[in-house]
């Protein structure tokens, strides 16, 4: 049987990635990088949006936003195995597991909160 992550834990490893804006040096690396994140899950139907505000203070929220400015789209076991680093991020770009949209530095930046 194929394991099935549940949206309390979807959310509970986004929320890992907006306490990471708790960090003194995180919030220094982000300070000015005012962009909406929004991650969509497939199996879930379940979609949330990670906010950074211009002092590189994060909030997270089930939802969509009309105009994000990185939209990621998997599942939620890609995700997860993206978060606990048993899958490279890479490895399921290229594998079509997951799709990313955004601006190239932007996309960078946000691999450093993964």
């Known amino acids: 049987m194929k394991f099935m992550p549940t949206k309390d834990q979807v959310f509970e490893s986004l929320d890992g990635i907006k306490k990471k804006f708790d960090d003194p040096d995180m919030k220094e690396k982000f300070k000015g990088f005012k ?36 939209s990621v789209e998997t599942d ?22 997951l799709k990313v949209k955004g601006a190239m530095p932007d996309l960078l930046k946000l691999q450093r909160l993964m």
């Open 76 to 97: 939620s076991a890609t995700f997860l195995g993206i978060r606990n680093k048993t899958i490279s991020g890479t490895q399921a770009y290229m594998s079509g597991k």
């Open 35 to 70: 962009r909406d994140m929004q991650f969509k899950f497939s199996d879930l139907n379940a979609a949330y949006v990670l906010s950074i505000t211009e002092d590189a203070t994060a909030t997270l929220k089930e939802g969509t936003v009309e105009k994000p400015s990185i």
